[in-house]
């Protein structure tokens, strides 16, 4: 997706951007006792780090005379993969019955971001105090567990011998389904589609979630009622009936539920009544529709591979107009878009040791050109540690590599995907593949790399492309398939589109975390996407 920066900030736009909430639970071990006649009262206080400040989020119940308190109150924090989100987690001693912190004692405190705890799914930390030096034995553990109800159910339903209610011809029915909502009034949640001239429809099976359906509560009572549709909409009622999901489930294919479907109005006046109908439940199946978060913390690990271009269209790296020239403050748009992307994703990987790749350069002693080298030299282990690491591995090979040509994306493509592709042995939802390329240019094996894209579509792996520098990017466009599929040059199309670009120079002039959104906000659906084709729901999940 080419991702231009607009001048008012835009909100999250529908499931674009992976927002959830996320429940923390809190425990302290070991306080510091701070009480001289009894233990320590403890309550902790978490904070969100905003525009450089810490703003106090919320603070849980006093444990009194307790030092391994597990406290009852939960923090429930919004969620935002693409964003960094810091948090600090600081225990106080109560005293007096103020809301001013400094009125009470401090028994120490521990940082981390969000992405780190979701990823771990429960993390235990030493507490600090305030010169960074251990509160004592105090530690702290914090455990997450995302707050929404996945399932959604899938019904197939089919009427038989309904009421005909036009004069000419047999009725068109639909069903409506209602639940009670908090007024006590019945409230729409689902419309089947009309079926045309028929006493005997057969609906298309449909998906809601089911706390739309019924609130997440399979005993709570739902009631369908069926309809005869008229284009004026006056639309005439055929009958109703009440049921509950749980019911609905017992329908099997071989032994569909059979419900009577009533009109009062008959059944009142006619004494001989019957029902107008019966509406049958062929099949009823809960399921969860599982969410990135759900993944990430079932364990599911990113793999972070960064691949450089240190082709000659680039510059001399000495002089300042070259793109990986590293100016006094340290940076260049290389730099600036490792640390935008990388900064995000170690948080999910546990060893945080991530390859760093280059290409396009003549590498010592004998020169030759080389279109997949690892920065730090050392082929046999590639990994470095952190981003830090990279950016370490990156200043440090610049004098010693000869920048020179043709800019070839396959191999490191191609690299990663033999990683990926390593991974589907396990047939589980444990590791994805994040590739991020940074570019000044025109590709030279655009067939080749678009054959390799082609299959690594295929693959639990995701390529993100930053292009630096004031080139023609149109390539890169081609190979984003946002706006049409990718195809190989064998004609073969990309089961999913895996490719995201975007233009550094959108971004220049933006903050830093910008970028970051706009590079990373496509990458939870596509986590997402590969392991629901693969049927491969998370780890540790459970059944619906």
């Known amino acids: 997706m080419a991702y231009t920066v607009t001048p008012t900030p835009v909100g999250p736009v529908g499931s674009q951007y992976c927002v959830c909430k996320v429940e923390l639970s809190v425990c302290g071990q070991n306080l510091l006792d701070r009480d001289v006649t009894s233990k320590s009262?403890?309550?902790?206080?978490l904070f969100m780090e905003v525009?450089?400040?810490?703003?106090?989020?919320?603070?849980?119940?006093?444990?009194?005379?307790?030092?391994?308190?597990?406290?009852?109150?939960?923090?429930?924090?919004?969620?935002?993969?693409?964003?960094?989100?810091?948090?600090?987690?600081?225990?106080?001693?109560?005293?007096?019955?103020?809301?001013q912190l400094y009125e009470h004692d401090f028994l120490g405190e521990f940082s981390c971001t969000l992405g780190m705890i979701v990823s771990s799914k429960k993390i235990t930390r030493t507490l600090l105090l305030g010169n960074?030096?251990?509160?004592?034995?105090?530690?702290?553990?914090?455990?997450?567990?995302?707050?929404?109800?996945?399932?959604?159910?899938?019904?197939?339903?089919?009427?038989?011998?309904?009421?005909?209610?036009?004069?000419?011809?047999?009725?068109?029915?639909?069903?409506?389904?209602?639940?009670?909502?908090d007024d006590g009034k019945w409230m729409l949640v689902h419309r089947t589609e009309v079926i045309k001239y028929t006493l005997d429809p057969v609906w298309k099976p449909f998906t809601v979630p089911l706390v739309s359906l019924c609130d997440g509560d399979v005993e709570k009572l739902i009631k369908v009622m069926c309809y005869d549709y008229d284009s004026d909409g006056g639309h005439d009622f055929?009958?109703?009936?009440?049921?509950?999901?749980?019911?609905?489930c017992e329908a099997q294919d071989a032994f569909p539920l059979e419900l009577e479907c009533i009109n009062p109005k008959k059944q009142k006046k006619k004494k001989n009544y019957k029902n107008s109908g019966i509406i049958i439940v062929k099949s009823c199946k809960v399921t969860r529709d599982f969410s990135f978060l759900d993944y990430i913390l079932g364990g599911c690990q990113l793999m972070f591979t960064v691949g450089i271009d240190f082709t000659a269209s680039n510059g001399n790296p000495r002089d300042p107009s070259s793109l990986?020239?590293?100016?006094?403050?340290?940076?260049?748009?290389?730099?600036?878009?490792?640390?935008?992307?990388?900064?995000?994703?170690?948080?999910?990987?546990?060893?945080?040791?991530?390859?760093?790749?280059?290409?396009?350069?003549?590498?010592?002693?004998?020169?030759?050109?080389?279109?997949?080298?690892?920065?730090?030299?050392?082929?046999?282990?590639?990994?470095c540690s952190g981003v830090e690491g990279i950016v370490?591995?990156?200043?440090?090979?610049?004098?010693?590599?000869?920048?020179?040509?043709?800019?070839?994306?396959?191999?490191?493509?191609?690299?990663?995907?033999?990683?990926?592709?390593?991974?589907?042995?396990?047939e589980a939802a444990s590791q994805y593949f994040i590739l991020l390329i940074i570019t000044d240019g025109v590709i030279s094996d655009m067939d080749e790399t678009r054959h390799a894209v082609v299959q690594a579509s295929k693959l639990p792996m995701s390529i993100i492309i930053v292009g630096v520098g004031n080139a023609d990017f149109a390539a890169?466009?081609?190979?984003?398939?946002?706006?049409?599929?990718?195809?190989?040059?064998?004609?073969?199309?990309?089961?999913?589109?895996?490719?995201?670009?975007?233009?550094?120079?959108?971004?220049?002039?933006?903050?830093?975390?910008?970028?970051?959104?706009?590079?990373?906000?496509?990458?939870?659906?596509?986590?997402?996407?590969?392991?629901?084709?693969?049927?491969?729901?998370?780890?540790?999940?459970?059944?619906?």
């Open 476 to 544: 890169m466009e081609f190979l984003d398939g946002d706006s049409r599929v990718l195809r190989s040059y064998t004609g073969e199309e990309a089961v999913r589109d895996i490719v995201q670009f975007v233009p550094f120079r959108d971004f220049r002039n933006a903050p830093k975390e910008t970028l970051a959104k706009a590079v990373l906000a496509e990458l939870p659906q596509q986590v997402v996407q590969y392991f629901k084709h693969q049927n491969l729901p998370p780890i540790n999940s459970e059944p619906a």
């Open 132 to 181: 960074g030096k251990p509160a004592g034995k105090g530690m702290i553990t914090i455990a997450a567990q995302e707050l929404s109800d996945n399932r959604v159910i899938t019904l197939s339903m089919a009427g038989r011998k309904l009421d005909k209610k036009d004069l000419f011809g047999k009725s068109d029915p639909f069903l409506e389904f209602y639940k009670p909502g």
């Open 392 to 426: 370490q591995a990156y200043s440090a090979c610049l004098p010693h590599i000869r920048f020179y040509g043709p800019t070839n994306f396959s191999p490191i493509v191609n690299h990663v995907a033999r990683f990926a592709a390593q991974a589907t042995q396990e």
């Open 238 to 248: 055929i009958g109703e009936f009440q049921t509950s999901v749980a019911r609905m």
């Open 41 to 45: 009262d403890p309550f902790c206080v």
């Open 51 to 99: 525009n450089g400040k810490w703003m106090e989020l919320d603070r849980t119940e006093t444990a009194v005379n307790n030092l391994n308190p597990a406290f009852a109150k939960k923090f429930i924090v919004d969620y935002h993969f693409e964003e960094v989100q810091k948090l600090k987690f600081a225990l106080f001693d109560q005293d007096k019955s103020s809301m």
């Open 324 to 383: 990986h020239y590293i100016n006094p403050m340290g940076t260049n748009e290389y730099l600036s878009a490792i640390w935008a992307v990388g900064q995000i994703i170690q948080d999910y990987d546990s060893d945080k040791m991530f390859p760093a790749l280059g290409f396009g350069a003549q590498l010592p002693p004998d020169w030759k050109v080389s279109h997949e080298f690892a920065i730090n030299f050392n082929p046999t282990n590639p990994f």
